[in-house]
């Protein structure tokens, strides 16, 4: 049975819990939230939210930083102003940091959702 309960259904289970993190750079601060998650949110939370996420690397960024994550707007001339990253620890493995970028409207979205608070 797992210590704690899964921040997402509030029950233990059987065997231990993951862990994502997400954290964005919202103005001068950043926002993040970390959750405490069962196996299936895990990997629900992996496909809603970073499956448009690009997985880092040491060779750094395959895509543009000059367009959304979300909604693929592109911003001319300066890279999208919220940069977000995403830790993700699966029971086993080695643990994966994905990073996006996005605009102001699809941040607010983002932060509304996964209910990200300022660090502290």
């Given at each position: 049975m797992s210590r704690y309960p899964c921040d997402l259904h509030g029950s233990r289970v059987?065997?231990?819990?993951?862990?994502i993190r997400f954290t964005a750079m919202h103005g001068a601060t950043s926002v993040t939230r970390r959750l405490r998650v069962c196996p299936s949110h895990h990997q629900e939370l992996r496909r809603q939210y970073l499956g448009e996420w690009e997985l880092a690397t040491e060779a750094g960024p395959s895509r543009p930083i000059n367009v959304c994550t979300s909604c693929k707007q592109t911003?001319?001339?300066r890279a999208m102003p919220h940069p977000t990253y995403a830790y993700s620890y699966q029971r086993g493995l080695d643990p994966e940091e994905y990073w996006g970028n996005y605009c102001d409207d699809c941040l607010e979205l983002l932060v509304g959702q996964l209910k990200l608070e300022p660090d502290s």
């Open positions: 059987a065997g231990p819990l993951e862990s911003a001319t001339n």
